[in-house]
């Protein structure tokens, strides 16, 4: 009697164990979830917080700078969420702390055109020279920003290609920002026959623009010689049009010209080579 009451004490006290381990897991399985919770609804809470500060000052906070503080604090916050957990959990960081003096100089090093985009990033995020949905020229490439990061920020060309450039790039090249102004001129030319009325030219090609109700009368078209080529009197013609007819009013103009020319008697003249055969 006596063995099995021991027997019975001894698969007790086990089981008790077992239910303390099994619930002090339980706990730490808990927590750390309270702790990812916490970490996800702080990030969400400042993104929506930088968006509508975003929205109600766009000068001091644009949405680019508030896409790109969000993502670094999301970061930070997480770092923060997962060294709690491994604390919560009994992993002790005495060690990895201790060891991150190597090992950010080898990370350092590892990571430094990593760093150095993410600077730089912070860098055009400050100074601004473009927004989400501007279209820019940076380098050799152009295309509308649709998105920033930490690392990069990625381009959609009028092809539909995407392109994602480092941030170190970017900062590296001239930017261009076609859409700072909500106007832009066109820059075009025409070239007409030696011979041709020049005032009787300027005055059609002017009508035509006139007709052109994207085409904005304040500031006025220019339309001017601008050189005496071989074969031809060059004209500048320079409407100012809003961003969005730029490539509208270019094509139909270049499609219509030679019409509205042709019809009052002005030729426009092609490359000529005269060659004389002298008899020596």
Avoid: C
């Avoid at 002090?24 to 500060?53: P, Q």
């Avoid at 009028?158 to 909500?182: H, R, W």
């Avoid at 001017?224 to 809003?242: G, K, M, Q, T, Y």
Wanted: hydrophobic residues 50%.
């Amino acid at each position: 009697m006596d063995n099995t009451g021991d027997m019975v004490e001894v698969v007790g006290q086990i089981a008790s164990a077992s239910f303390s381990t099994l619930a002090h897991i339980l706990i730490m399985i808990g927590l750390s979830a309270l702790t990812a919770l916490i970490a996800k609804i702080v990030n969400t809470v400042v993104r929506r917080l930088l968006r509508k500060a975003s929205m109600k000052e766009p000068g001091k906070l644009t949405p680019l700078m508030a896409g790109f503080i969000g993502k670094v604090v999301g970061v930070i916050v997480w770092l923060f969420a997962i060294l709690i957990i491994l604390q919560i959990w009994g992993i002790n960081l005495a060690p990895v702390i201790a060891g991150l003096g190597i090992t950010g100089v080898v990370l350092g090093f590892a990571l430094q055109e990593s760093i150095s985009n993410v600077f730089s990033g912070l860098l055009l995020a400050l100074n601004n020279p473009f927004a989400l949905g501007d279209y820019v020229i940076i380098g050799s490439v152009e295309g509308t920003v649709e998105a920033m990061d930490g690392i990069s920020i990625t381009l959609r060309t009028g092809d539909q290609k995407k392109i994602t450039m480092a941030n170190k790039l970017v900062l590296e090249e001239a930017i261009t920002n076609v859409s700072a102004s909500p106007t832009r001129r066109l820059d075009m030319s025409v070239g007409v026959a030696y011979g041709s009325d020049l005032d009787k030219t300027r005055r059609v090609i002017l009508s035509l623009l006139e007709s052109y109700p994207e085409v904005l009368s304040d500031p006025a078209p220019t339309v001017e010689v601008s050189r005496l080529s071989a074969s031809s009197v060059d004209f500048i013609v320079r409407p100012w049009v809003a961003n969005g007819d730029y490539w509208a009013v270019n094509w139909r103009f270049q499609r219509e010209v030679y019409g509205a020319l042709d019809r009052e008697g002005i030729s426009i003249p092609f490359n000529r080579l005269d060659v004389s055969l002298v008899k020596s």
